[in-house]
């Protein structure tokens, strides 16, 4: 059975306090992981996908990156607007739908 | 191009009561999705359709009927609506080809009392 498990559930940093979220995933063959970000009330909004390990995408201060067992999105000098819950999701061969993780929180002090 | 788009936002039921939520794409999607998403839970897939005329069960479709009205549109509904199904609703879309990802509407917050 395909898992996605991401950790830490919740994340609280100080403005210009650089971390990563995890995203741990057992799959039968990966044809893809998606990273989206979720505010409050509103639906998830897609950021990258990633297919095989060692490919690396990045946007703004978001960094996503992909071993054969595991993703991080490292966030660099994050600022209060990345406040968010980031959704982790796995595409298994074929065309599969998505299998996703209960998120991490993230809360950005200024 | 609004992308994805549902309807209603909100909804209020009562327990026994049916009702239909409306998705819609315009971006010329063959893929479409139906997600429940609970505190604790993540998003759980309801049903999909893969393409216009076929429907399959995702992993939480008990008390659920979908219909794909054409490769627009693509419905959910509740025919006897329990306690249970009070959850944030996310309908997304996804082409067949250039790229995986899912597109995500602003999801409709039901409430069955």
């Known amino acids: 059975e395909d898992q996605v498990t991401q950790s830490p559930e919740a994340l609280r940093l100080q403005e210009g306090e650089s971390s990563s979220l995890n995203c741990s995933y057992t799959?039968?063959?990966?044809?893809?992981l998606f990273w989206y970000r979720q505010d409050p009330g509103k639906g998830p909004e897609f950021l990258f996908t990633l297919y095989s390990a060692g490919e690396e995408k990045e946007k703004e201060r978001l960094k996503a990156t992909l071993t054969k067992k595991e993703s991080f999105l490292h966030i660099t000098a994050p600022k209060p607007e990345d406040s968010a819950t980031y959704l982790c999701a796995v595409q298994a061969a074929g065309n599969t739908p998505l299998v996703f993780g209960k998120g991490t929180r993230l809360s950005v002090i200024a | 191009n609004a992308g994805v788009t549902q309807t209603p936002k909100f909804q209020v039921l009562k327990t026994g009561q049916s009702m239909t939520l409306q998705c819609a794409q315009d971006m010329n999607h063959n893929s479409m999705y139906w997600y429940r998403q609970d505190p604790g839970m993540g998003l759980r897939l309801i049903y999909y359709?893969?393409?216009?005329?076929?429907?399959d069960k995702g992993e939480v479709p008990n008390g659920y009927n979908v219909s794909r009205l054409n490769k627009r549109e693509f419905s959910l509904r509740l025919e006897s609506a329990a306690p249970s199904q009070t959850s944030v609703y996310f309908c997304?879309?996804?082409?067949?080809?250039?790229?995986?990802?899912?597109?995500f509407g602003p999801g409709t917050r039901l409430t069955v009392l």
């Open positions: 997304a879309s996804k082409r067949t080809s250039g790229g995986n990802e899912q597109f």
């Open positions: 359709s893969a393409s216009e005329g076929t429907t």
């Open positions: 799959v039968s063959g990966l044809r893809g």
